[in-house]
T-cell receptor, first 109, second 114 residues
Framework: RKEVEQDPGPFNVPEGATVAFNCTYS??????FFWYRQDCRKEPKLLMS???SGNEDGRFTAQLNRASQYISLLIRDSKLSDSATYLC??????????FGTGTRLQVFP | EPEVTQTPSHQVTQMGQEVILRCVPI?????FYWYRQILGQKVEFLVS????????KSEIFDDQFSVERPDGSNFTLKIRSTKLEDSAMYFC????????????FGPGTRLTVL
């Protein structure tokens, strides 16, 4: 079983739409959870850390369910510039990051 | 805003040659990492480095690989004898080490082994 699993997509949505991505992780010892975005042939860029209580940053909302080992990302009012691959990432502390394969999002006009 | 930098952006080498990839982590960070991404695949951990020693390494990081922090700013990855399958994007990352230990990535070095 993969350590971090994501639906690869692509998700094709019109501008202004709301889109949600899900991710599951297999190691219950995971302590830190993140969403990164990656543009084509560029580095992963930290979008947000994910906290147990859930957290929001502008149009982005992340949720964590430790019991189900499930992480989600909701993007409201999608912009063309949101088109990218969204990487679900977990870690056990100061350890390595473990990446999912990513979910591709394409926002069209 | 402080950022991780990497040089070169692209390195082309012949199989069997040695390459050194260079990184300058964010200045007050204490933890340093190398990752790689083969085209079309996910980002994979190679090695982590803290307090001037390797803290963890993956199965990929065999005897052909080494890391060094030769001075107070640079962090290098050396591949002694490159293979075709080493062709990938190599990313350096650094973190302050405080939870949740957010890691910040450099722009990467694209290594092409011919």
């Amino acid at each position: 079983r993969k350590e971090v699993e994501q639906d690869p997509g692509p998700f094709n949505v019109p501008e202004g739409a709301t889109v949600a991505f899900n991710c599951t992780y297999s190691n219950s010892a995971s302590q830190s959870f993140f969403w990164y975005r990656q543009d084509c042939r560029k580095e992963p860029k930290l979008l947000m850390s994910v906290y147990s209580s859930g957290n929001e940053d502008g149009r982005f909302t992340a949720q964590l369910n430790r019991a189900s080992q499930y992480i989600s990302l909701l993007i409201r009012d999608s912009k063309l510039s949101d088109s990218a691959t969204y990487l679900c990432v977990v870690s056990r502390g100061t350890d390595k990051l473990i990446f999912g394969t990513g979910t591709r999002l394409q926002v069209f006009p | 805003e402080p950022e991780v930098t990497q040089t070169p952006s692209h390195q082309v080498t012949q199989m069997g040659q040695e390459v050194i990839l260079r990184c300058v982590p964010i200045s007050n960070h204490l933890y340093f990492y190398w990752y790689r991404q083969i085209l079309g695949q996910k980002v994979e951990f190679l090695v982590s480095f803290y307090n001037n020693e390797i803290s963890e390494k993956s199965e990929i990081f065999d005897d052909q690989f080494s890391v060094e922090r030769p001075d107070g700013s640079n962090f290098t990855l050396k591949i002694r004898s490159t293979k075709l399958e080493d062709s990938a994007m190599y990313f350096c990352a650094s973190s302050a080490g405080t939870m949740p230990n957010e890691q910040f990535f450099g722009p990467g070095t694209r290594l092409t082994v011919l």
